[in-house]
């Protein structure tokens, strides 16, 4: 299975920038990159998924690298509620049908007023 | 309209006793996924259901474990002889065709099951 490696924590001040990165050195051209984040005590949500290009959505921006080694995603300005466990996870698209995704230990975002 | 649901939220039971947990995925959705999580860890892959196909059972830790789903909609994690490091947040997911393929996932508020 395709890996990925975030770091353990991260800190920021609110309403300032976020960028969590990713590495996934041994992504296939088939894996999607995928963003879910776990608020305390609730199930993880989903955030943002890309396969190439970057990406925006209302919650965040996902920038990917050219060779698809890495990604980052983007918190343009967080927020109190942003504190969270970020996941990267790499979607195997087994021809058209997703696999399970494989969770790690994700980055844990700590965001100060 | 209405999310994953899962039941019962807590579960405190006896090392020994079987235990069944039950998901309602999102109607019309697929895929359903179980996972579960233990304090303070990420989450670990148990198994996943797609269709009428075969399920992928690789992440079952042992033979206590198993899964049904009935009718391509609820699934029902069954734990027979409990043990204490089964405690956990056992967490439900569900994607429809679209999300299949592009991964979204939609969790529920996962059942916490303490064994004694």
């Known amino acids: 299975d395709a890996k990925t490696t975030q770091p353990n924590s991260m800190e920021s001040n609110e309403e300032e920038p976020v960028h969590l990165p990713c590495n996934h050195s041994t992504i296939s051209g088939t894996d999607y990159i995928h963003w879910y984040r776990q608020l305390p005590s609730q199930g993880p949500e989903y955030v943002i998924h890309?396969?190439?290009s970057n990406v925006n959505n209302r919650m965040a921006s996902l920038a990917i690298a050219e060779d698809r080694k890495s990604s980052t995603l983007i918190l343009h300005r967080a927020t109190l509620r942003d504190a969270a466990v970020y996941y990267c996870?790499?979607?195997?698209?087994?021809?058209?049908?997703?696999?399970?995704?494989?969770f790690g230990k994700g980055t844990k975002l700590s965001v100060k007023p | 309209g209405a999310g994953v649901s899962q039941s019962p939220s807590n579960k405190v039971t006896e090392k020994g006793k079987d235990v069944e947990l039950r998901c309602d995925p999102i109607s019309g959705h697929t895929a359903l996924y179980w996972y579960r999580q233990s304090l303070g860890q990420g989450l670990e892959f148990l198994i996943y259901f797609q269709g009428n196909s075969a399920p992928d059972k690789s992440g079952l830790p042992s033979d206590r474990f198993s899964a049904e789903r009935t009718g391509g909609s609820v699934s029902t994690l069954t734990i027979q002889r409990t043990q204490q490091e089964d405690s956990a947040v056992y967490l439900c997911?569900?994607?429809?065709?679209?999300?299949?393929?592009?991964?979204?996932?939609?969790f529920g508020e996962g059942s916490r099951l303490t064994v004694l």
């Open positions: 890309g396969l190439t």
């Open positions: 996870i790499l979607n195997v698209n087994y021809g058209g049908s997703q696999g399970n995704l494989i």
């Open positions: 997911a569900s994607s429809d065709l679209a999300g299949g393929i592009t991964g979204e996932l939609f």
